[in-house]
């Protein structure tokens, strides 16, 4: 079985809906996971920020402004009484969910709540929907079996076999249709795989499912060899391993949540990324492949703070970068990148939430600088060291830019470098230029 996800502006649209709608009759039997129509899951985060603030009538225009939405979508969408009094009830009891919260102190546990209302809304829309269309399909809730650990990562064996029972009660089913993003934490409340989760939920879901493949579908034909909005002729690539897509996801392809890969690598399942407005479109496949010799694609991070630690006392000397680290980890902050040398380190951040204080303590240890308004600029295909010439390629493409740091080698995968945000536009263009024209780029 084939697990399929769409994503916000695949649903965004009473006509998007029921495109998808299409699609989904023609890959049943199927497993479904869906996202909220795009924009709802931004409304309520505004609607929690104006209840945190104690500003119950910006909540309620928020509110009243996003129902409207939704009676518009049921009364369009479907045609038959049925159909509408099904979804309407589920609009009713979410929107009254809501309201509920205005009258009392807001909390974290509440905004949870509240952000798990469009998934809720945009399934049970599409439930009508299909059922309308004569199609045979179960909704199975995501908040009966997609639970986290304490640690925060997905509770896998809770998964499988709530999710196996539930599908084995709605026997006389093509299309089990489910919600992304959301699930319940260790403790049982109402939580959330964060934003942009639902890739993550269609991998896992995959994942414990076995799946034959797992399809996130979106508004572009996969995974592109450079950022369309900086770079022209960018071009889909046609073969990604998990970790060269691991690598893109999360340094900068919005395209795909970067959690999605684990799990479908873990379970040996492709994951195919479509676009729903080009549906023949082959998109990208994310599999085991072979690494074959070449560049394949660069993204690009921003956003990035770098902090330098200079010291003498690191000569000879160990445990210093263990004293570095260990400041980082304090702080909860996560270093992306780092370079070193004999008598200092630097490193990359793109949380700078607790920069002041994680400055402070690592003057203890050095003289600290710190650079902000930078980016990452990723490199990513077979870029395993044998691989004679690749990474000179990159750094003649980026000849005239000034590189603050370089990390190649962490990986077979990737070289980073990073650059200044003033200079991101013209290093995307020069890698394009170098690394593509000419050759069979991204293949
Ligand atoms: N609706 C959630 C969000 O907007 C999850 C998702 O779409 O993946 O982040
Ligand atoms: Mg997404």
Redesign the pocket.
């Known amino acids: 079985m084939k697990v399929l996800k769409f994503?916000?502006t695949s649903v965004g649209s009473v006509e998007r809906m029921a495109h998808v709608g299409d699609l989904v009759a023609a890959a049943s039997p199927c497993v479904v996971v869906l996202?909220?129509m795009s924009g709802?899951?931004?409304s309520l985060v505004e609607i929690a920020e104006y209840l945190y603030k104690g500003n119950v009538p910006g909540a309620q225009e928020t509110v009243n402004a996003l129902e409207a939405k939704y009676r518009r979508v049921v009364r369009d969408l479907l045609r038959g009484g049925a159909a509408q009094t099904a979804a309407s009830a589920t609009v009713d009891k979410v929107f009254a969910g809501i309201r509920a919260f205005f009258n009392e102190p807001f909390s974290e546990a509440a905004e949870k709540e509240i952000l798990a209302c469009?998934?809720l809304l945009s399934t049970a829309i599409m439930h009508a929907h299909l059922t309308e269309r004569g199609l045979r399909c179960s909704l199975l809730p995501a908040l009966e079996f997609m639970r986290t650990l304490e640690s925060g990562e997905p509770d896998m064996v809770h998964i499988a076999s709530r999710l196996r029972r539930m599908m084995e009660t709605a026997p006389e089913t093509d299309i089990y249709l489910t919600q992304?993003?959301i699930c319940r934490n260790a403790g049982g409340g109402i939580d959330?795989l964060?934003?942009?989760?639902?890739?993550y939920t269609a991998s896992i879901v995959g994942a414990v499912l076995d799946a034959e493949e797992i399809q996130i579908w979106t508004d572009i034909d996969g995974m592109h060899n450079n950022d369309p909005r900086y770079v022209e002729a960018t071009r889909p690539v046609a073969n990604l391993n998990y970790e060269e897509a691991a690598e893109l996801a999360y340094f900068g392809a919005k395209i795909l949540?970067p959690s999605c890969v684990l799990p479908a690598k873990l379970h040996n399942i492709p994951v195919r990324l479509l676009n729903t407005l080009e549906p023949e479109a082959p998109g990208t496949i994310i599999s085991n492949a072979e690494p074959c010799g070449t560049i394949k694609a660069i993204a690009a991070k921003d956003n990035i703070t770098v902090l330098k630690i200079k010291s003498g006392r690191m000569l000879l000397a160990y445990g210093f970068l263990h004293k570095v680290f260990e400041t980082f980890e304090n702080h909860r902050t996560a270093i992306d990148m780092m370079a070193t040398s004999e008598v200092g380190v630097s490193v990359s951040i793109d949380d700078d939430s607790r920069l002041t204080a994680i400055v402070d303590d690592l003057k203890h240890f050095g003289t600290v600088t710190v650079d902000r308004n930078m980016v990452i600029i990723c490199v990513v295909g077979d870029l395993e060291w044998h691989n004679r010439g690749l990474q000179a390629r990159v750094m003649e493409a980026l000849g005239d830019i000034p590189v603050r740091m370089i990390s190649y080698g962490g990986s077979n995968y990737n070289i980073s470098v990073l650059v200044r945000a003033d200079d991101k536009v013209k290093a995307l263009r020069a890698l394009s230029a170098h690394l593509f024209c000419g050759d069979a780029a991204g293949e």
């Open positions: 994503g916000g996202s909220a709802t899951t931004n469009g998934e992304g993003y959330n964060r934003r942009g989760g639902s890739d949540h």
